[in-house]
C-alpha cells in the first residue's frame, strides 16, 4: 500500500471510532478522526468489559493506564430479587475469568475509557482528532471520499469509516432507513458517591436485581469510588433514544415502586440520573458501499442486555484494522472480509440482546417463591456457560484474517 493509501477518514470519536484510530495508528495508518463534540469530555456511566473486550485493551497496551484510572476488576456476579432482597451469587468472574478466558473482567467508566483512547491516540498523532466537525454529507469517486462538515469545513480521504453512533449520519446515507421499534422499555442510569452508600454494596461484585416488569444493575467503577446504576423499567411514555436527557431522581425513584430500600437508597444518591428509550432494529446485512464501511453502534445498535454494545465495537476496530493491513492495496476485499467476520456474530449478539428481556423482566417474579425456582433453572451454571462462553471466548486479536 503506499503512502496515500494509508490516509483514513473515520468520523466520530466515541469508543469505537477511537480504538480503531489506536489500531491503525499503530500499525503506521494515517487517521484523521472527525467529531461533532466541540469538546472532547469524560461523558456517560458505566460499561461491563467481559474478557472478550479486556483482551482487546491489554493488546492495545491500555491496561496500566485503565487500572490507573480506576477500572475495577470484577470479582463476581450475582442475582438479587427485586422486592425481597434475596441473593444467589452466581459466577466467579475475577480468578475464574483468568483461568477460562486467560483475561479479567472490568468494571469501567466510559469516560475514564474514552479519556485513555484519547491519549493514547494523540500520543501517536498529536492533531489526529478533530472536534466541532459535524459530518453533513459524503460523496465518494473511484478514488477518494469527500465529506462535508457543519463548520464549512470540506475534506477528502481514501477511505471513510463511519463510527458516528447510533443515529449515524454515514449509514443513512449508504443506506436505507435503519427501521427502529421502540421496546417499550425505559433505561435509567447515574453514578452515586460510593462512601454514602450501605457497606453492604461495597464489594467489587456486578449485581443483577431481577423484578417483574424491571430490572437494575449496578456496579462499582472509578476505583470504587463509585456506584454505577442502570435501572430498566417498562413504559410507554418516553421514546426519546438519547445518551444525554436527565431527569430527577424523584422520577427515577417513582419508577421503581415496591422495590428494595437498597434500590431506593441507590436511586437517592445518584448524581444526575439520565434516561434513554431502549429501541430495537433488525441487524443489517451490508455496512460496506464503495470505500466507506461502518463500525459499532453505527452498523449494529443493540441492546444492553448482554452487555456487549461497547465491546462489539472493540472487536470490529480491532478486526478492521487487521483484514486493511492483511489485504493491504485490497480495499473491497480487506472490507468484505471485515463483513464476513462481523456480521453474523454481532447479529447473533444484537438478536440474543432482544431475546434476553423476558429473561430479566419475566412476570414469574412477583411471587418470591416461584422466583427462586426461576433463578436456579435460568442461571444454571451450564445455562450461563452457554449463554455467555461465545462471547467471552471471542479473540478479535488472534482471529485468522
Ligand atoms: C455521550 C455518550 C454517553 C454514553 N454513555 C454510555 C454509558 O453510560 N454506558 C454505555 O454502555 N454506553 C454509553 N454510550 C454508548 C456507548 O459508548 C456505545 O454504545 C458503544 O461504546 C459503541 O461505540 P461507538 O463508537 O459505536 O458509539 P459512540 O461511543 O456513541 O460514539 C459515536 C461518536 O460519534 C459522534 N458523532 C455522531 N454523529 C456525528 C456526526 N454527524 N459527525 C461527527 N461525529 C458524530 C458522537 O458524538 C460520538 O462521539 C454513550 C455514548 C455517548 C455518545
Known sequence: MNTNDKNIAIVGAGIGGLTLALALLQKGYKVNVY???????????????????????????????????????????????????????????????????????????????????????????????????RLVSIAQDASNVTMHFANGEVASAKFLI????????????????????????????????????????????????????????????????????????????????????????????ADFPGWHPLIHSIIDKLDTPFRWALLKRAPLKRWTSGRVTLLGDA???????????????????????????????????AFARYEELRIPRTSAIVNGSSANISRFHNPILAEADKAAAYVTREWDPEQVRQRYDWLFEYDAVELAI
Open 35 to 133: 467529531e461533532q463534540a466541540h469538546e472532547l469530555k469524560e461523558l456517560g456511566a458505566g460499561i461491563q468489559m467481559a474478557p472478550n473486550g479486556t483482551r482487546i485493551l491489554r493488546h492495545l497496551g491500555l491496561e496500566e493506564a485503565l487500572l490507573q484510572k480506576g477500572a475495577v476488576p470484577a470479582a463476581g456476579k450475582e442475582v438479587r430479587l427485586w422486592n425481597t432482597g434475596q441473593t444467589w451469587p452466581l459466577f466467579d468472574l475475577g480468578a475464574d475469568s483468568i483461568r477460562r478466558f486467560g483475561t479479567p473482567y472490568w468494571m469501567v467508566h466510559r469516560g475514564d475509557l474514552h479519556s485513555v483512547l484519547l491519549s493514547a491516540v494523540q500520543a501517536l498523532s498529536a492533531g489526529a482528532v478533530h472536534t466541532n466537525h
Open 299 to 333: 452498523c449494529h445498535p443493540t441492546l444492553p442486555f448482554l452487555a456487549q454494545g461497547a465491546i462489539m465495537a472493540l472487536e470490529d476496530s480491532i478486526v478492521l484494522a487487521r483484514c486493511l493491513e492483511t489485504y493491504g492495496e485490497d480495499f473491497a476485499g
Open 162 to 253: 463511519g463510527a458516528d453512533g447510533v443515529h449515524s449520519v454515514v449509514r443513512n446515507q449508504l443506506f436505507d432507513e435503519h427501521k427502529s421499534e421502540f421496546t417499550g422499555i425505559v433505561a435509567w442510569r447515574g453514578l452515586a458517591p460510593m462512601e454514602e452508600l450501605d457497606e453492604t454494596l461495597k464489594r467489587n461484585v456486578g449485581t443483577n436485581w431481577i423484578g417483574p416488569g424491571g430490572h437494575c444493575i449496578t456496579y462499582p467503577v472509578q476505583g470504587g469510588k463509585v456506584l454505577n446504576f442502570v435501572g430498566l423499567v417498562e413504559r410507554n411514555d418516553w421514546q426519546k433514544e438519547s445518551w444525554t436527557d436527565a431527569g430527577t431522581t424523584e422520577e427515577c425513584a
